[in-house]
């Protein structure tokens, strides 16, 4: 298994929108990388609260558990956790396993990103979770850089992909909260 780099991005991964640059004055950088894509983030986000005395229970979600948010940022509260969702929409090779780390921007401001890796085959737009650890409000802009994807491929495909098994997450549209089937 070997590392993708930018020339096979473009030619073997779908992304759309694809951004060929990565650089932006004033901007938090998104597109493409040496080795992976910097994703941006959409306006779109559910931000997590207890108002309502929920509990997060992945088996039985309550909307409840969240306020949605759509605009051009999203201030997580301390030590609280919102999801979004990319501007990009991605369809992954069946030879393909890519795996999601957090911009050094935002984990410099103590803004941890995590999405679980997109299994080969695996299609639609990624849900992204952004957990603020710090005892202040973080402000999370939209249409802007949050985490970047590596793609990593392997020496041939793989014998069942996530197409194959029919994952639950297949050809998301957008943000989507924890299934259990």
Known sequence: MGVLPDWMIERDVKIVPFAPQQHRPGVISYGVTSYGYDVRVARNFKVFTNVWGSTV???HFDPKSFVDVEADF????????ALAETVEYFE?????LCV???KSTYARCGVIVNVTPLEPEWRGKIT??????????AKIYANEGIAQIIFLKGDAVCKTSYADKKGK??????????VVH
């Open 57 to 59: 229970d992945p088996k």
């Open 74 to 81: 999203c201030i997580i509260p301390p030590n609280s956790f």
């Open 92 to 96: 992954i090779p069946r030879d393909i």
């Open 100 to 102: 999601c780390v957090g």
């Open 128 to 137: 992204i979770e952004i957990s603020n650890t710090t005892p202040l409000p």
């Open 169 to 178: 997450y297949q050809d998301q549209p957008g943000l989507v909260t924890p």
